[in-house]
């Protein structure tokens, strides 16, 4: 499983580093960011799911394996 953000639709409201600061980070402006190329490590599964959920400008998503975007 993978994460991206789309940075053209990301607005900086930090939900995504809130909720899993293991798969996400922030820039200088507060943006978030995909840690560690976007892999999500074992057991990190629903923390990537409830920051795509909790995007308010649907920014993130969560890809399975094979899957490209």
Known sequence: MKVRI???RC???GRC???APELFGEDEEG???VLG???VPPGGEDGARRAEANCP???VDVLKE???G
Do not use: F, S, V
């Open 57 to 59: 400008e649907r920014a």
């Open 31 to 33: 943006y978030g960011t």
């Open 11 to 13: 607005q900086g409201h």
């Open 17 to 19: 580093y809130d909720l």
């Open 66 to 68: 094979g899957q490209e």
């Open 6 to 8: 789309d940075t053209g």
């Open 37 to 39: 190329g976007g892999t």
